[in-house]
């Protein structure tokens, strides 16, 4: 059986609400309170436990809400594996307003993560075993662009695929690698990395074709 582990950079607390409408200045009543461990890396293990399957979810943590965000892992039997940080894990939420069917989303950029911590957590990779490395997710502020880039370089040269699932500059840093068996950009991120709006779906397979020759990903999806 292959094994799998996941990497959350930028992991979340996941508040959700529903209230009635959504307005300013004036304290708004929610209901439907709930909560959930998020972020790209997080999100793709619990799917592959659903299935039946593991994942180890490697993770940056720190504060009183890296604890919290411990928590809800273990309530949802996740096999994990932290890396601390000094920094809080953020907190993002959402409310649904219920009389115009409307989302509103507030996602925090992330904790500043020094130097020091992203290095650490370069080092604890290199001590993990697994056949997949899935990186999804944004990178916090304090970390290079260049990261996913420098991780790739450590797991070619360790025979682990590579699978990358980013955004901006750490999706094209992270490309710039190459070798890279997987990415997931969404449309907008497809546009955002080639610069231009995409049409229709045979604009955006020529522009796939023409980053995974520029790029040598395996597989776009």
Request: charged share 25%; glycine share 10%; aromatic share 6%.
């Amino acid at each position: 059986m292959k094994r799998i582990a996941t990497l959350t950079m930028n992991p979340a607390i996941d508040v959700a609400y529903e209230a009635d409408r959504v307005f300013h200045t004036h304290k708004i009543r929610a209901r439907q309170e709930h909560y959930d461990p998020g972020g790209g890396g997080i999100n793709v293990a619990r799917v592959i436990a659903r299935l039946g399957g593991t994942a180890r979810a490697h993770y940056l943590a720190g504060g009183a809400t890296g604890a919290t965000l411990d928590s809800l892992l273990d309530l949802h039997q996740m096999v994990r594996s932290r890396i601390p940080i000094q920094g809080n894990t953020r907190i993002s939420t959402a409310v649904y307003e219920r009389e115009t069917g409307k989302e509103f989303r507030f996602v925090p950029r992330g904790p500043v993560v020094t130097e020091q911590e992203w290095q650490a957590c370069l080092d604890h990779l290199d001590g993990i075993e697994c056949d997949y490395l899935v990186a999804s997710g944004s990178l916090p502020p304090g970390v290079p662009d260049d990261f996913y880039s420098r991780l790739q370089t450590k797991t070619r040269a360790r025979g682990i695929e590579f699978i990358l699932d980013s955004s901006g500059a750490a999706l094209q840093q992270g490309l710039a690698a190459g070798g890279i068996l997987l990415v997931k950009p969404s449309l907008g991120e497809l546009q955002q990395l080639v610069g231009r709006s995409l049409a229709d779906r045979s604009d955006i397979a020529t522009q796939r074709r023409t980053s995974s020759t520029r790029t040598r990903p395996n597989m776009w999806l």
